[in-house]
Nanobody
Framework: QVQLVESGGDSVQAGGSLSLSCVASGMMYHHYCMAWFRQAPGKEREAVATIDRNERQTYADSVKGRFTISRDNAKNTLYLQMESLTLEDSDMYYC?????????????????????WGQGTQVTVSS
């Protein structure tokens, strides 16, 4: 059974930085497309960044240049380094694992290949 456990969510001031982690178990981690999503109350879940098994990264336009996704296959861990945080980055952040396919390279399509979700970690940015 796949399990994804996020950590690192916190409250920070605008302009600050935060690093999220997601530890995976019960899966051949290095085979999968991994992604970070976020969701605000009453809004749809949206992809923030993806990374495929070859560490090719894709980002939503809203976070390009500020967020960095990375993975450590030896530790079965996914990371999201977030810089220059804004109020609009306040959301619940979810780690996701999906089938490695061309959809992994598309922010708009990656959710279609996701088969497992973490429980989420809250990021709150204040002014």
């Amino acid at each position: 059974q796949v399990q994804l456990v996020e950590s690192g969510g916190d409250s920070v001031q605008a302009g600050g930085s935060l690093s999220l982690s997601c530890v995976a178990s019960g899966m051949m981690y290095h085979h999968y497309c991994m992604a970070w999503f976020r969701q605000a109350p009453g809004k749809e879940r949206e992809a923030v960044a993806t990374i495929d098994r070859n560490e090719r990264q894709t980002y939503a336009d809203s976070v390009k240049g500020r967020f960095t996704i990375s993975r450590d296959n030896a530790k079965n861990t996914l990371y999201l380094q977030m810089e220059s945080l804004t109020l609009e980055d306040s959301d619940m952040y979810y780690c996701a694992a999906g089938w490695d396919s061309a959809s992994c390279y598309s922010i708009g399509r990656v959710q279609s290949v996701v088969h497992s979700w973490g429980q989420g970690t809250q990021v709150t940015v204040s002014s």
